[in-house]
Antibody, heavy 125, light 106 residues
Framework: QVQLVQSGAEVKKPGASVKVSCKVS????????IHWLRQPPGEGLEWMGG????????IYADNFQGRVTLIDDTSTDTAYMEMSSLRSEDTAVYYC??????????????????WGQGTTVTVYS | DIHMTQSPSSLSASVGDTVTITCRAS??????FNWYQQKPGRAPKLLIY???TLETGVPSRFSGSGSGTDFTLTISSLQPEDAATYYC????????FGPGTRVDIK
């Protein structure tokens, strides 16, 4: 049974960087497709990036390309999300989630079935 | 990019009612579509994948239907613990979510 445990809350100043961790247990990180999402206060879910198993590479949402880096440390089964040049609009709860592949009638579908508990990142001066 | 819309944005219903939430994709996504439930202060929880398949452990009062561009989440016999925000998500391309539907219990 996969579990994802994220690092604690962060408070950062504008222009700084933040690195959030997501520790995997119950599975090896290399066997999972980990994605990162965020949710600003009172708003909906925004996908930031994740692992694309079809192309065996990390992919990023356009909004975060160049500012977010996703790192996997398979030696410790820990995934990281690093975001640079923080601004106040980056204040949000950040989630990691594991996407699972489901096979139905020879068709394949993906859904995020296990989530971390969330990490609050607050950016203010 | 595929744009997801949901309606209504919020609703209030009584225990025992049947509730329906709809989601529309800006282009056809087949059945590459999921529903999530999120309670305040908690991470989202997968309810339904592939448009209509119930995730293990999810109560059978939840059901999903649709394909192509139009999808529906139905909660039969609404329970107090169903108070939450429900999000739709397309998994046809890079993941995209609808804006959410808040369900309150009268």
């Amino acid at each position: 049974q996969v579990q994802l445990v994220q690092s604690g809350a962060e408070v950062k100043k504008p222009g700084a960087s933040v690195k959030v961790s997501c520790k995997v247990s119950g599975y090896s990180l290399g066997q999972l497709s980990i994605h990162w999402l965020r949710q600003p206060p009172g708003e909906g879910l925004e996908w930031m990036g994740g692992f694309d198993p079809e192309h065996d590479e990390k992919i990023y949402a356009d909004n975060f390309q160049g500012r977010v880096t996703l790192i996997d440390d398979t030696s410790t089964d820990t995934a990281y999300m690093e975001m640079s040049s923080l601004r106040s609009e980056d204040t949000a709860v950040y989630y990691c989630a594991a996407a699972r592949e489901y096979e139905l009638l020879n068709n394949y579908y993906y859904a995020m079935d296990v989530w971390g508990q969330g990490t609050t990142v607050t950016v203010y001066s | 990019d595929i744009h997801m819309t949901q309606s209504p944005s919020s609703l209030s219903a009584s225990v025992g009612d049947t509730v329906t939430i709809t989601c529309r994709a800006s282009q056809s996504i087949g059945s590459h579509f999921n529903w999530y439930q999120q309670k305040p202060g908690r991470a989202p929880k997968l309810l339904i994948y592939a448009a209509s398949t119930l995730e293990t452990g999810v109560p059978s009062r939840f059901s999903g239907s649709g394909s192509g561009t139009d999808f529906t989440l139905t909660i039969s016999s609404l329970q107090p613990e169903d108070a939450a925000t429900y999000y739709c998500q397309q998994s046809y391309t890079t993941p995209g979510f609808g804006p959410g539907t808040r369900v309150d219990i009268k």
